[in-house]
């Protein structure tokens, strides 16, 4: 019998083959049950939250709670090492698009905040909000 945690369900299979085709992008329970939907087969909300759930274990999926009024949003990182050091998000307030933002720039922030207040930043936890260019360029149109 497999290890506790390690045994793989045909939904865990399925799932982890879908993750693969989206990789770097973020999604929500509800988009991974809609696409297994779309595609006609059945996979129940709390079995995607498992899994899901399951694979951030495993360290192949990263989870993000941006707030307490969004769905926790999940991305597939694989096995490989995700954004390095440090891996900002931005979030648009209009769209709701999370973006990655690798910016050493943004190293120094921590820096700051950990040498002069003594407080040491998340840099994978870390989100900034405000309006992506796609939505500015909306406005200005």
Same mark, same amino acid.
């Given at each position: 019998?497999?290890?506790?945690?390690?045994?793989?369900?045909?939904?865990?299979?399925?799932?982890?083959?879908?993750?693969?085709?989206?990789?770097? =992008?973020?999604?929500?329970? /509800?988009?991974?049950?809609?696409?297994?939907?779309? &595609?006609?087969? !059945?996979? #129940?909300?709390?079995?995607?939250?498992?899994?899901?759930?399951?694979?951030?274990?495993?360290?192949?999926?990263?989870?993000?709670?941006?707030?307490?009024?969004?769905?926790?949003?999940?991305?597939?990182?694989?096995?490989?090492?995700?954004?390095?050091?440090?891996?900002?998000?931005? =979030?648009?307030?209009?769209? /709701?698009?999370?973006?990655?933002?690798?910016?050493? &720039?943004?190293? !120094?922030? #921590?820096?700051?905040?950990?040498?002069?207040?003594?407080?040491?930043?998340?840099?994978?936890?870390?989100?900034?909000?405000?309006?992506?260019?796609?939505?500015?360029?909306?406005?200005?149109?």
């Amino acid at each position: 019998m497999a290890e506790k945690g390690r045994y793989k369900t045909k939904h865990h299979e399925e799932l982890v083959q879908y993750l693969q085709t989206i990789p770097g =992008k973020h999604i929500t329970a /509800g988009d991974v049950c809609t696409h297994f939907r779309n &595609e006609g087969k !059945a996979m #129940g909300t709390a079995t995607v939250y498992r899994q899901l759930e399951k694979l951030v274990d495993e360290g192949v999926v990263n989870k993000y709670i941006l707030d307490e009024n969004s769905s926790a949003c999940f991305e597939y990182v694989g096995a490989s090492e995700h954004c390095g050091e440090s891996c900002f998000h931005c =979030k648009c307030e209009k769209c /709701g698009v999370l973006i990655h933002m690798e910016c050493h &720039e943004l190293n !120094a922030i #921590g820096k700051h905040l950990m040498e002069e207040h003594g407080f040491q930043l998340d840099p994978f936890r870390t989100v900034f909000y405000g309006i992506c260019q796609d939505c500015q360029k909306k406005a200005d149109a």
